[in-house]
């Protein structure tokens, strides 16, 4: 080979230039297929998109616990929301009813889990279940925000999830609103002064929360203090949660027809909380483009 | 006007400096390709948005830690070689000041590795109290060259004036290593002196903090929505600085973000077309796109230029080393091997050609022959290519591209033919 080079240079040379263009074209077609891909993807994330309502019910409670409420929601607005329901096994396998029609913006997702003990042990079993089931939702369809709501402990499991788990999607994902409901942040004890293990991890980890998070917690109550079943100071015990973490917290209570704890997701008032509170029901506000004013 | 250009030319090879310059770099170009090489690798295989790593999906199939421990191994190459290239340069050059002069050329090489380091060296309180040896580490590396040939070439000239001639370059005359040791007392210890009073008056780590700060502005300027001259101009004076051996080693990372890119962006994945985005001519896309053949100064261009046109082996052989890395836009190793670093004859084409690839492409855009470059590309995308993934497949862009590139290669023969007639790097090794 060195004769080759001595003699002229530029053979070498040439067989050398010509091998390089022969594997720039080579890899121009992974290249391509690449960017098509990618940039399709691209595409499709920034469509205008739908903005779930995501929902865990409680515990004792399945993927139809919300049925009666979606009913209540879609009888007031003329934009009917789809309701799909998933239910995650013991095996993590997701089964799903229901389905999210097309073009709507702003369906709503339940799940549920079939292990729907209640206890700390097993909230953190059901946060990780709702991040099995969140990850194929983020894989399935395209949306960058979404609404969080949870009754009794699936607030809890959206308050353990926020702190464990969502750091994975903030930075393509924004969680818009928390719409808790008669979660119980400490148990069933009445009082701060003798927090639960879960609600001391819950508020040492608090910073994780994102601080862009508006909260509302709703409480009912059918004496002067519970629901019934959960007593109103573990509801209230969430502001040492959130409160100081993120953007804002509002708490409300609800008295009154329906207001025990189980009656909760079908009480009218709440229903209007939700419609005003959680629901996007202006329009969403349409960027000026540059150029355009 | 010409004849006076050549003996501007002749004048400039001939200077001292410029000739150690020259051998100096050809000395080094092993180091310097090494070092593209691991960057390269680096960069394409080893980075999140790589070109390899992407396309070839890596992230789908390669165990992590393989992927982590060939990302250290790479980016401990990468650090020695061309982070510490300085060093290399100081020595060399200093050895062939010397030897220009017949002094003592290794003692020389050792002397300037001492005083570069001193100028680096890093004054501060925690260093001195916990006793460690601290440096301005960017002062020691490849975007620092030019004040490393300086010191290099002033320690040589202190061992011209202070120490005695003596044929150093004979192997068969014996040399006193007492002669040698003693001789080099002085310069030593001059060297050391001026050193420490040098990098006090001067304020290295300040002036080069200057440096880089004046260097990302010119980048951040260069790169975003400005006015054309503007950016043209940025991109112009950013070509002198890496011409001068004040640059970084690499073009790879070129801004691919910012507010007008992705306006850009949007506008396009909205659309699906490149054609009327807002910032047609946002300056990063423009240069990335259509100027960043290998690098700055369209090394590319130069390196096919010679592998055409060439007669000599050296630059045949240097250039076929140094091609892959260019073609993935890691260029230190041709700026090195051939050398483009303050090569007199070569600026002109370094500097000039890409900004003229980016007025005649800033041109067709603005007519609407040509659409804009909204999409990202990957980082060690081979530069030929860009503009084409850049527009999501455009095939015209691409012939247009494929035209600019002849252009660039075909407006490097001359210069290609200037550099391998030029009497003074003909011979190598006789000289001294």
């Keep these: 080979m060195p004769k080759l080079d001595e003699l002229n240079p530029r053979k070498r040379s040439r067989l050398i230039l010509i091998l390089i263009i022969l594997a720039l074209i080579l890899l121009a077609a992974p290249a391509f297929v690449w960017m098509r891909s990618s940039n399709a993807y691209l595409a499709q994330q920034r469509k205008p998109k739908m903005s779930p309502v995501i929902m865990v019910p409680g515990s004792s409670a399945t993927e139809n616990r919300f049925n009666q409420l979606v009913n209540l929601l879609n009888k007031d607005t003329d934009k009917k929301h789809s309701l799909m329901k998933i239910q995650v096994g013991n095996n993590d396998k997701l089964s799903t009813t229901g389905y999210i029609h097309r073009g709507d913006r702003e369906p709503i997702i339940v799940i549920g889990f079939k292990n729907n003990h209640d206890g700390y042990d097993n909230i953190k079993k059901q946060a990780r279940m709702l991040n099995i089931a969140f990850e194929s939702l983020t894989k399935q369809y395209h949306f960058n925000n979404f609404k969080a709501f949870g009754h009794s402990n699936g607030g809890l499991v959206w308050t353990y999830w926020l702190e464990k788990y969502y750091s994975q999607y903030s930075d393509s994902i924004t969680v818009k609103r928390l719409m808790t409901l008669g979660t119980p942040f400490n148990f069933a004890e009445k009082s701060i002064q003798s927090p639960t293990q879960m609600f001391l991890d819950l508020e040492k980890n608090k910073k994780k929360i994102p601080s862009s998070l508006s909260v509302i917690s709703v409480a009912g109550t059918e004496s002067y203090d519970s629901d019934g079943l959960v007593p109103e100071e573990s509801v209230q015990a969430g502001k040492y949660i959130y409160q100081k973490q993120v953007k804002h917290y509002t708490t409300m209570t609800v008295t009154g027809d329906d207001a025990q704890h189980s009656d909760l997701p079908q009480n009218k008032e709440i229903v209007r909380i939700i419609e005003q509170y959680l629901l996007d029901n202006k329009s969403a506000p349409v960027p000026v483009k540059k150029g355009e004013q | ?432």
């Design chain 2, 1 to 432: 006007m010409k004849r006076r250009g050549y003996q501007f030319l002749q004048w400039l090879t001939h200077s001292s400096f410029i000739s150690i310059v020259h051998d100096t770099l050809l000395a080094l170009f092993p180091f310097a390709l090494v070092g593209s090489i691991a960057q390269m690798i680096l960069k394409t295989m080893f980075s999140e948005d790589g070109f390899f790593a992407n396309i070839f999906y890596f992230s789908e199939w390669m165990p992590d830690w393989i992927f982590k421990a060939c990302q250290a191994a790479l980016f401990a190459i990468n650090q020695v070689t061309l982070s510490l290239f300085g060093l290399l340069v100081v020595y060399e050059a200093a050895k062939y000041t010397a030897r220009l002069y017949h002094r003592d050329a290794q003692t020389a090489g050792m002397t300037g590795i001492i005083a570069l380091l001193l100028v680096a060296f890093r004054y501060d309180k925690f260093s001195m109290v916990k006793g460690i040896s601290n440096f301005n580490w960017k002062l020691l590396g490849s975007q620092s060259v030019l004040l490393a040939f300086v010191i290099g070439y002033g320690v040589g000239q202190l061992y011209r004036w202070l120490a005695k001639e003596r044929n150093y370059s004979d192997n068969h005359t014996f040399i006193s290593i007492y002669d040698r040791s003693l001789l080099a007392i002085w310069p030593v210890i001059i060297a050391v002196v001026s050193a420490v009073v040098i990098s006090f008056l001067l304020n290295f780590s300040v002036l080069n903090a200057w440096l880089r700060s004046g260097y990302s502005t010119l980048i951040n300027v260069g790169e975003n929505d400005n006015q054309l001259w503007l950016v043209v101009l940025t991109k112009l004076l950013m070509a002198v600085v890496d011409w001068l051996g004040l640059g970084t080693a690499n073009s790879a990372n070129v801004m691919m973000s910012g507010l007008s890119f992705e306006e850009n962006l949007n506008y396009a994945l909205q659309h699906n077309s490149c054609w009327n985005v807002p910032h047609p001519l946002l300056g990063g896309s423009l240069y990335n796109s259509f100027a960043n053949f290998g690098g700055h100064g369209a090394l590319l261009a130069l390196l096919v230029a010679i592998l055409i046109v060439g007669r000599r082996r050296d630059y045949h052989r240097i250039a076929r080393w140094s091609l892959i890395p260019t073609l993935f836009n890691s260029s230190f190793g041709v700026m090195v091997g051939i050398p483009v670093l303050m090569n007199p004859i070569l600026f002109l084409p370094a500097v000039f050609i890409p900004t003229l690839n980016m007025l005649i492409a800033a041109l067709a855009i603005t007519i609407h022959i040509l659409p804009a470059t909204p999409y990202p590309v990957l980082v060690g995308t081979p530069g030929p290519l860009i503009s084409f993934i850049a527009t999501n497949g455009n095939w015209w862009v691409l012939m247009f591209t494929i035209a600019l590139f002849i252009l660039d290669v075909w407006l490097y023969l001359p210069f290609v033919r200037l550099l391998e007639k030029w009497p003074q790097y003909q011979v190598k090794g006789g000289r001294f």
